[in-house]
């Protein structure tokens, strides 16, 4: 059976016989195959060992290739970790607790600073987010809170002197962490204000005078050792009896600023029985002739006021000899240093009503001192006299 296929029509004759001969030849005499490039690109050697580690079923290697390379993988992450280790301990670590400590240190500056009325300030707000954005200890304390902080208080307090200042124009300081108040003028309180920092002006609120007077029953010691005169400005400290168990432990006063508006002494201190004797002795010869002059005034000071009411003295005339009597009489005692030091005295005393409780309840412990600064017209002649160069 003839099992050989027809000719094409479409291919020439002898085209089949070619296509064979060209087959046989290259059978008998094969085409070298192209070289393949000894030297890989290092991309390509990349690549070649990528393919090793990712796919090692595709690339036949020996079990010592293996755990050497195993080795050296398991060697690069020790060594790795070790740095990465050193890195966070040595460096990274105690660079993150110096920011952390100066940003707490900044932050606890800062709410010591803004507190009260200021605590919810936006200047506050953008600080602590200066703070909290900080990236190094550096730029930490670069960041002046005290400046910033203190031109807040002061433009705060001098609103608030202004909105709380009474008809006579005076505002009270009160003192928060000592409960101490001092009533000043607004123009004192206004020098407080720019004369210091928000150290100071943090611990200080404005508030209007509460005032009230207060009689108080007191010794000579008590009283400014009797020289206070009425419109005095005193200061009132505790002695060591005081009932305030924190009376000892404060070198500032516990009321500053309080007005005296009266004074009265004792009834008997207005009380004059005086009699005065000058003796003089003439001798001529046997014959002795003395002479005694005596001068006697009694009188009782209450008992001419009342005689002036009723008329039986010249009132104007009364008025005007007895005028500042019981302060004329404390100075001259100062003056020749002899006086009575059991006088006693009742002042009206004008202080902030929320300290009343304490002035009745320590009367026999409080003392009365007259500030240097608003010190009488005797005692600034005294201090000048004595520091004069």
Not at 163 to 185: C, F, G, H, Q, W
Request: charged share 25%; glycine share 4%.
């Amino acid at each position: 059976m003839n099992n050989k296929k027809p000719r094409d029509p479409l291919y020439p004759r002898g085209f089949e016989q070619t296509k064979e001969l060209k087959n046989q030849i290259q059978e008998e005499f094969p085409k070298p195959n192209k070289k393949e490039e000894d030297e890989l690109t290092p991309l390509k050697k990349l690549n070649h060992k990528l393919g090793v580690y990712l796919s090692p079923k595709s690339v036949d290697i020996s079990d010592n290739e293996k755990k050497r390379k195993i080795g050296v993988i398991i060697t690069t992450i020790i060594i790795a970790t070790l740095i990465i280790s050193m890195y966070y301990f040595i460096i990274y670590e105690p660079a993150q607790e110096k920011l952390s400590l100066a940003k707490t240190t900044k932050l606890n500056e800062l709410h010591d600073l803004y507190t009260g009325a200021l605590t919810t300030s936006p200047n506050a707000m953008i600080l602590e987010n200066r703070i909290n954005e900080a990236k190094t200890p550096e730029e930490v304390s670069a960041i002046n809170i005290l400046i910033e902080a203190t031109s807040d208080w002061r433009s705060f307090h001098k609103k608030s002197i202004n909105l709380n200042m009474d008809k006579y124009n005076r505002t009270m300081a009160v003192y928060e962490n000592e409960s101490e108040n001092t009533i000043l003028p607004v123009s004192e309180a206004m020098e407080i204000v720019n004369e210091n920092d928000a150290t100071i002006l943090s611990q200080i609120k404005f508030e209007e005078p509460n005032t009230v007077s207060v009689p108080i029953l007191v010794s000579r010691l008590q009283a400014g050792a009797g020289l206070v005169r009425v419109g005095s400005i005193v200061d009132i400290y505790t002695n060591s009896n005081s009932t305030d168990d924190n009376a000892t432990n404060s070198t500032n006063p516990k009321i500053s600023g309080c007005t005296v508006l009266s004074i009265m002494r004792y009834e008997e201190n207005g009380e004059i029985d005086s009699q005065y004797s000058k003796t003089k002795m003439t001798v001529k010869g046997n014959n002795t002739y003395p002479k005694e002059n005596t001068r006697g005034f009694s009188s009782n000071v209450l008992e001419m006021i009342k005689g002036a009411i009723v008329k039986g003295y010249d009132e104007k005339e009364t008025y005007q000899m007895l005028k500042d009597y019981g302060v004329k009489l404390s100075n001259y005692e100062r003056e020749i240093n002899l006086g009575d030091l059991d006088a006693q005295y009742m002042l009206l005393i004008e202080i902030p009503q929320d300290k009343v409780n304490y002035v009745l309840d320590n009367m026999e412990s409080i003392v009365l001192t007259i500030p240097t600064s608003e010190a009488p017209d005797w005692m600034v002649s005294q201090l000048s006299s004595t520091y004069r160069y």
